[in-house]
Every structure is written in C-alpha cells, then in structure tokens.
C-alpha cells in the first residue's frame, strides 16, 4: 500500500468520523433552543413491542426521554388477545412530578383484519387521546388541534357471528445445504368464542418435520409428527373465581404416543381482580383428571397403554411496576395412584431499572422429573443422542438467559435517522 492509499484510508477511518461526532449539530441549535420544544412534556414509554421510531414521528409534541425519574408522564402498554383473535392495548399513564395526581388507563382494542399500518395509526391516535389532558397544561396545547373524523348519524352496531371467531392457518419451511435438509409443515384450526361470562375455544392442528443429515456412513433421516383436537370451556363466576374444564385428544411420535385422551376440570382463583390483570396477577390454578395413553412402542414399564389419573396445582404471580417487570410460575403434579410419579417446574423472568442508565434481565426454567411413564423401551443409540430424534429419559431441564445494559448520554433526542438502517 503506497503513502498515498495510506492517507485516503487515515482520512476515512478517522478524519470524517470525529469530524461527524463533534460537528455542530444543525438540529439542536447552538443558541437559545426553541422555548416550546423544551418546555413540552416528558415522557418515558415502557413498551417492549412499540415502534418508537413511528411514535417519535407522529407525536412530536413531546419529549422522549430514557429514565423514569427523567419524566413527566410514564407510560406502560402492554397487549392482550381478545375475543376477534385482534389485540387489545391497555395504556396505562401514570403522571408524575407537577402531574402526579393525574392519571388514566386508555383500552385501545383492534380486530385481526386491521394492516400493520391501520392498527399502528389506530392505536397511535389512541395515545394522542390519552396524552391531551397533559399536554394541555404544556405551552404546546396552543399548536394542537383536535378533529373529529365521522360526523354522520349514528347507527346501532349487530354483531351476526354472534362473537364467534374462526381461523385457519398454514406453515411451511424448506431448508437445504450440502449435508443437510429439512422440511416441515403446519395447520391449524381454530373456533373462539368470548364473553365477559365465559370464554370457549376449540382447536386442532398438525405438525411434521423430516430432517436428513449426511456423514460418511450416508443420510440419517429423522421425522417428527405430532396432531391434537382439544377444546377448552371457562366459565367466569365473579372477579376472582373461575371455573372449566379441557379436554384434549392427540398424538406425538417424539413422545411415543401413537394417541391420547385427557378430561381435566380445573377451578382458578386469582387474588387480585381479574381487571388488574395487565398490571398484577396471583391466579391459582388446579386441575384433576384422567389421561389415557396408546404407545407406538413398548415402554421403559412394559406396557403398551396405560390409564392415569393425576392432579395439578400452578401458582402464577405477575407484576408490572415503573422499576420493571417480574412473571414467576410454579407448577406441580403427580399421579393420584403412584405419588412417586411426579413433576415440579419453576419459570421466573425478572427485568429491573437498578438506577438510572442501568438495567438487568434474568430469566429461567428447571424442572424435577419422575413422570415420564411414556418413554420407549430400548437401547438408546448415539443418533438418538445426537440428533434428538425422540424424548429421552432425564430426571432433569434446566435453562437460564440473563442481560445487562447501560446507556448514558443526551437525556431528550428526538430525532428520527432511518439511514443504513438502525
């Protein structure tokens, strides 16, 4: 490389970089900034699927700030699936500072047949609505105007599948390379209906997989199916208690059931009110009831089919607080015949502001297995080892995923780049 190549490459590397990090701005004045702009209320968005870039963009009579204690307003939005299959965006806004004895809770709900882009400008104006009352005690309010888009004769709306909700889906992948290839292939059915008194879905659906993998010895081929037709009925008995029953019928090759049927009722009991649940959930669930299972082979027991009666019990607790989030659950079960046979599984998330700029994640499974009365019998082979081609027997899973992330730096930008992607 000549002295010449050598200077262009210094230029580009280092030059025009640090010219573009302490250039001066043309977006954020140098002089008095705009009085309006810096006095716009602050607010802090929690929202793990939000596109911040399109909200930046479509209000822009606020401030956008990364810390809580930063702002005015804190936001949490959190979705929930509703009766039509479309979601239902709950806002909560909670004001603080010279607004903290201010706040509101704003129900944005969608059908399933909206585009990306009609849901997104539905539940944009949706917080345009929620965030008025606030900015109005802003020097902006004079620069906002308000719009009322339908001004014809109201007319009663009739509902003529009666809150019934059907749905039909397929999947499909394909993948290949030179020493391996796979396919595989979904369907669903699904049939929904929801009230405030109960709710009823009935399913079914089907998955395969065929998998191949070439070594010297030639292909190994490994195929997975699985279907399942099941229902489920819950009926609400008032702002705590509920009551149902699932039933369910299926089949797994990974699982050496060649069919299955099960009838569980199951009652729930959830301490807080079930309208909280965006916010804060407690919900006890029991279920008692008879499975009965076919194997595709013999197994570890002898048997070929078995008939079992168990029990479950699951504690869930949730709770979504301006320092983070916490989702834990814990389930057991175990036969009513054989006590031995048994299962305990323990789920946590947890994701926390320790203080400003800083935040940590954590989460985690384990579970302690003794109930696995549906494992083939046989010598159990390197491939079954090595390719997981059907369960094998453990007394054990555990799993854990933790972050942690700092950001300093400019507390309000808010300016959109799209350039060069993020």
Same mark, same amino acid.
């Given at each position: 490389?000549?002295?010449?190549?050598?200077?262009?490459?210094?230029?580009?590397?280092?030059?025009?970089?640090?010219?573009?990090?302490?250039?001066?701005?043309?977006?954020?004045?140098?002089?008095?900034?705009?009085?309006?702009?810096?006095?716009?209320?602050?607010?802090?968005?929690?929202?793990?699927?939000?596109?911040?870039?399109?909200?930046?963009?479509?209000?822009?009579?606020?401030?956008?700030?990364?810390?809580?204690?930063?702002?005015?307003?804190?936001?949490?939005?959190?979705?929930?699936?509703?009766?039509?299959?479309?979601?239902?965006?709950?806002?909560?806004?909670?004001?603080?500072?010279?607004?903290?004895?201010?706040?509101?809770?704003?129900?944005?709900?969608?059908?399933?047949?909206?585009?990306?882009?009609?849901?997104?400008?539905?539940?944009?104006?949706?917080?345009?609505?929620?965030?008025?009352?606030?900015?109005?005690?802003?020097?902006?309010?004079?620069?906002?105007?308000?719009?009322?888009?339908?001004?014809?004769?109201?007319?009663?709306?009739?509902?003529?599948?009666?809150?019934?909700?059907?749905?039909?889906?397929?999947?499909?992948?394909?993948?290949?390379?030179?020493?391996?290839?796979?396919?595989?292939?979904?369907?669903?059915?699904?049939?929904?209906?929801?009230?405030?008194?109960?709710?009823?879905? *009935?399913?079914? !659906?089907? +998955?395969?997989?065929?998998?191949?993998?070439?070594?010297? /010895?030639?292909?190994? %081929? $490994?195929?997975? &199916?699985?279907?399942?037709?099941?229902?489920?009925?819950?009926?609400?008995?008032?702002?705590?208690?509920?009551?149902?029953?699932?039933?369910?019928?299926?089949?797994?090759?990974?699982?050496?059931?060649?069919?299955?049927?099960?009838?569980?009722?199951?009652?729930?009991?959830?301490?807080?009110?079930?309208?909280?649940?965006?916010?804060?959930?407690?919900?006890?669930?029991?279920?008692?009831?008879?499975?009965?299972?076919?194997?595709?082979?013999?197994?570890?027991?002898?048997?070929?089919?078995?008939?079992?009666?168990?029990?479950?019990?699951?504690?869930?607790?949730?709770?979504?607080?301006?320092?983070?989030?916490?989702?834990?659950? *814990?389930?057991? !079960?175990? +036969?009513?015949?054989?006590?031995?046979?048994?299962?305990? /599984?323990?789920?946590? %998330? $947890?994701?926390? &502001?320790?203080?400003?700029?800083?935040?940590?994640?954590?989460?985690?499974?384990?579970?302690?297995?003794?109930?696995?009365?549906?494992?083939?019998?046989?010598?159990?082979?390197?491939?079954?080892?090595?390719?997981?081609?059907?369960?094998?027997?453990?007394?054990?899973?555990?799993?854990?995923?933790?972050?942690?992330?700092?950001?300093?730096?400019?507390?309000?930008?808010?300016?959109?780049?799209?350039?060069?992607?993020?």
């Amino acid at each position: 490389m000549n002295f010449f190549s050598k200077l262009l490459l210094f230029i580009y590397c280092f030059i025009m970089p640090a010219n573009a990090l302490f250039a001066i701005d043309p977006d954020v004045p140098c002089t008095k900034p705009d009085s309006l702009q810096k006095d716009a209320l602050r607010v802090f968005i929690d929202c793990s699927f939000c596109q911040f870039g399109y909200l930046m963009e479509n209000i822009p009579f606020v401030n956008y700030v990364r810390e809580v204690a930063e702002a005015d307003v804190y936001i949490n939005i959190s979705s929930q699936k509703n009766g039509t299959g479309g979601p239902t965006y709950t806002i909560f806004i909670n004001g603080q500072k010279r607004f903290s004895n201010m706040s509101d809770t704003l129900i944005c709900q969608q059908t399933p047949y909206l585009t990306n882009d009609e849901s997104r400008i539905d539940f944009v104006n949706t917080l345009k609505i929620g965030l008025m009352r606030y900015v109005a005690k802003t020097p902006l309010v004079k620069s906002v105007f308000i719009d009322y888009a339908f001004k014809g004769q109201k007319s009663n709306v009739q509902d003529k599948w009666k809150s019934w909700v059907f749905s039909v889906s397929a999947n499909g992948s394909l993948h290949n390379e030179a020493t391996y290839k796979s396919q595989s292939l979904s369907t669903a059915i699904n049939a929904n209906k929801t009230t405030r008194d109960y709710k009823f879905r *009935l399913w079914a !659906s089907t +998955y395969s997989n065929n998998s191949k993998y070439k070594a010297d /010895s030639g292909y190994t %081929s $490994v195929t997975n &199916r699985s279907f399942e037709i099941g229902n489920r009925y819950v009926k609400s008995l008032n702002d705590h208690w509920s009551v149902g029953e699932i039933v369910n019928y299926s089949s797994n090759t990974y699982y050496n059931i060649k069919t299955a049927y099960s009838v569980f009722p199951a009652i729930e009991y959830d301490y807080f009110p079930y309208s909280d649940y965006n916010r804060r959930q407690l919900r006890l669930l029991y279920k008692v009831g008879y499975v009965h299972h076919n194997y595709i082979d013999t197994t570890i027991y002898n048997k070929i089919e078995s008939d079992i009666y168990m029990h479950s019990l699951a504690a869930t607790f949730q709770m979504i607080e301006k320092w983070g989030s916490a989702t834990t659950s *814990l389930t057991t !079960s175990n +036969y009513l015949t054989d006590f031995e046979k048994n299962n305990l /599984s323990l789920w946590a %998330s $947890v994701g926390v &502001r320790v203080f400003k700029g800083l935040s940590v994640y954590l989460s985690g499974s384990s579970s302690l297995i003794h109930d696995q009365v549906y494992l083939a019998k046989g010598i159990v082979t390197s491939n079954d080892v090595i390719l997981r081609q059907r369960q094998l027997q453990t007394q054990y899973v555990y799993a854990m995923n933790f972050g942690i992330s700092y950001t300093f730096g400019s507390m309000i930008n808010n300016i959109i780049n799209p350039r060069f992607g993020d």
